[in-house]
């Protein structure tokens, strides 16, 4: 669980790094789930954003992922449904309850692994009260060079930016360069929390070592969607902690 000071440290800068949320060995066995599962999913798209090059002057770079992890191994079930985490996320949210958005592995392969251009997630799924948020879990350990997650503190409070479309949503770069951010290192077994307003992408991984992580959206059950993009992900609206208020049908969803 994590303490009125973090909370408060959320609320001021719109990000949080919980160290340790899951254990370094329990980190290690989901790194293997992640990797068999790209393994055997053995697909040849690249996710990588169109806009991703303007970071790499032009160098081609690469990105494996895999949404809705849950839906291929219990393992990652199990990991959504974790009190460790949903209690994290309710303590953020204020709410009891926790409900799934969608979730979304990535593996930045070693030397080459894509950046993400600076954004906010809230273009992508807004929501009428603000309340999603993201849980990135490290499944190995996530320094600068590796592309760690990059954060803008306190942009959050911002509200929804006006985003460029081309090669999907990002911010301007002149304005939101990817050096101006903060770097969020991580190690194996900890999980980074932010606001879908707060500014955020990460650099490129050029060691010799992949970096694997996994995405969790969340979202108040009681939090409207406007508009229906991204709807399609498999098991939204399923129930992570507590209960759904709303108790809206399932087809209405
Ligand atoms: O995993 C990362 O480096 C960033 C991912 C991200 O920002 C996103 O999927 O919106």
Known sequence: MVDEAALASYRDNGYLLVKGLIGKDEAATYRQESHDLIGRLNRDWDPTW?????LTMGAATELKHCHDVQFYSAAFARLITDPRFTDVAAAIMGTPNVQLHHTKMFVKPPEKGSPFPMHQDHPFFPHTKDSVGAAIFHFDDAPVEKGCVRVVPGSHKNGALQHETEGSYHLPFSEWPLENSVPCEAEAGDVLFFSYHTVHG??????DEARTTLLVQYRDPEDEPIGDSHSQSL????MLRGIDPSSRALGDR
């Open 235 to 238: 098991g939204q609206g399923m």
């Open 50 to 54: 169109g806009s991703a090059k303007e």
């Open 202 to 207: 990460s650099g490129t991984n050029t060691t």
